[in-house]
């Protein structure tokens, strides 16, 4: 069941993520998943190690932390994405 979580959850993120930044993306679903899933681990360990990873409540600042990581996974994500098949659809 955690793998399954973490998809639905990657997939949230990844969705958050094409949606804040601007322009359109060109990452198919399943890549902005992946990295929306990368998203939320890096977001997890910065958490932990801010000490927030674990609060009361709705853990606001972690949530936070996730989704900044996966706009910054979908933002590199998407640049590697599209260099990579402008250079397969040049060849």
Excluded at 4 to 16: R, T, Y
Excluded at 61 to 79: I, K, P, T, W
């Amino acid at each position: 069941m955690g793998w399954l979580w973490a998809i639905i959850v990657g997939f949230v993120l990844g969705i958050l993520a094409k949606l804040i930044l601007p322009g359109k993306q060109h990452c198919p679903l399943w890549l902005t998943t992946i990295l929306g899933m990368l998203g939320g681990i890096v977001g997890n360990a910065v958490a932990r190690g801010l000490g927030i990873a674990a609060t009361e409540g709705i853990d606001w600042g972690r949530h936070g932390l996730q989704l900044a990581a996966a706009v910054l996974f979908v933002f590199l994500g998407e640049m590697l994405y599209t260099s990579a098949k402008g250079r397969r659809e040049r060849a």
